[in-house]
């Protein structure tokens, strides 16, 4: 079965901050790549996907994310970050070719302060 | 479109019992996918229905059970209740044709005491 972690558990950030969030899966196939945010109270939501081609793709809010093949990683990334990204983010993996499953990262709780 | 919805929102259970969950997904999505979120474990993939069939499931005891109807709608069972199940279960609907993507609901807390 596949595996998707995620290094930091918890990551506390000042307002203004740069923000890179790691992601690594186990899978050396086709992969589509996710990362996900759930906001305080709220729902989860797509933050940016990766299918093909560039791998660096641009999601919401300012948030970009790198898919490196030969590293199997799919880090997340932003600038500066405000308090309103504090939330927490998960990374996720789906294999097309076998299954289609979603695997999932546990998750990294961010905080950021004013 | 409405996004996927979730029922109830809310629920406590004592031991033993058994709970149903109801999930419905985005209008013309077929694929329902359930998931256990506890803190600390981040999301657990309990299983995926697809045209009423179950085509994936995780690695949980089979006192979790599930079912999608011709409409795309899913419950998901749990039986003879732990104080362990305690979670948000989240349902996630999608496609499953071409790029796949999923959607959540809001999921809903079980509180089982």
């Known amino acids: 079965a596949q595996s998707v972690s995620q290094h930091n558990h918890h990551v506390i950030l000042s307002e203004a901050a740069s923000l890179e969030l790691g992601c690594n899966y186990s899978?050396?196939?086709?992969?589509?790549l996710f990362w996900y945010v759930q906001y305080p109270g709220q729902h989860l939501q797509l933050l940016l996907k990766y299918f093909s081609g560039d791998p660096l793709v641009k999601g919401i809010k300012g948030f970009e994310a790198e898919f490196i093949k030969s590293k199997f990683s799919f880090n997340l990334r932003k600038p500066s970050v405000q308090w309103s990204d504090t939330a927490e983010y998960f990374c996720a993996v789906n294999a097309p070719n076998t299954g289609n499953q979603f695997y999932f990262g546990t998750g990294t709780s961010l905080t950021v302060i004013p | 479109k409405a996004g996927v919805t979730q029922t109830p929102r809310y629920l406590i259970k004592t031991r033993g019992q058994q709970v149903t969950l109801s999930c419905s997904p985005i209008?013309?999505?077929?694929?329902v996918s359930w998931y256990q979120q506890t803190p600390g474990q981040g999301l657990q993939f309990l299983f995926e229905?697809?045209?009423?069939?179950?085509?994936n499931k995780g690695n949980f005891p089979g006192r979790f059970s599930g079912r999608q109807f011709s409409n795309s709608r899913s419950e998901m069972n749990v039986s003879t209740l732990e104080l362990g199940d305690s979670a948000l279960y989240l349902c996630?609907?999608?496609?499953?044709?071409?790029?796949?993507?999923?959607?959540f609901g809001p999921g809903t807390r079980l509180t089982v005491l």
């Open positions: 209008s013309g999505h077929r694929s």
């Open positions: 229905y697809f045209s009423e069939t179950q085509r």
């Open positions: 996630a609907s999608g496609t499953r044709t071409g790029p796949n993507e999923q959607f």
């Open positions: 899978y050396g196939g086709t992969v589509n």
